[in-house]
């Protein structure tokens, strides 16, 4: 992933690599020292790039698609909608230590599948964590959410995630996922 803005960011670069049932491999460019740096265990609950996300919640987000009952518990709740869209709405009650958060409800539209709303819990019965996913275009046969927003409700903060440009299946060479690849930029 390459940052074209805001200007705070522009240039800075991401990369994860994903382990099923374990934390990504993450790195992270930062242009203004010119160099990559490796996100530890210890830096896993930091804000990334500034934003309401944190690197553990880019792991939970990549790796939730492949759990399964031994990584959370789920149960499906009455349908509800989100922005207009019929959801069925799903309650994961995660069951690994390196998932931190107690439980997370899923809103999925119903012709799509896509993700419309995710609330994430600790102890508190208000959300730690809201992502909300609108603007739903198809790439391909992929629906992407071209617009996001990350909330933080105790805090009050947010931050508005805006997708430029997606391309799958692009028949890239593994060289492409590498800190090599981070530091030249997109190409």
Not at 2 to 30: C, M, N, R
Not at 75 to 93: P, Q
Not at 99 to 104: A, G, Q, S
Request: hydrophobic share 35%; net charge negative.
């Amino acid at each position: 992933m390459f940052f074209g803005s805001p200007p705070e960011v522009k240039g800075t670069a991401f990369l994860a690599i994903t382990h099923k049932g374990k934390p990504a491999d993450q790195w992270l460019y930062l242009p203004e020292l010119q160099r990559v740096r490796q996100i530890t265990s210890t830096a896993r609950t930091q804000s990334f790039v500034g934003t309401d996300l944190t690197y553990h919640d880019l792991d939970i987000l990549t790796e939730m698609t492949s759990w399964t009952e031994d990584d959370a518990a789920s149960s499906l709740r009455a349908d509800e909608t989100v922005d207009e869209v019929a959801c069925h709405v799903v309650e994961l009650a995660p069951k690994r230590d390196d998932i931190t958060y107690k439980k997370i409800v899923l809103w999925l539209g119903k012709s799509d599948l896509v993700p419309r709303r995710l609330e994430f819990f600790g102890d508190e019965a208000e959300p730690t964590k809201r992502i909300t996913q609108r603007d739903i275009r198809k790439v391909g046969p992929i629906p992407v959410a071209y617009q996001t927003k990350v909330e933080t409700p105790a805090s009050g903060s947010s931050t508005d995630v805006v997708v430029v440009e997606t391309q799958f299946n692009q028949k890239l060479d593994d060289d492409a996922f590498t800190q090599r690849a981070l530091e030249q930029g997109p190409q």
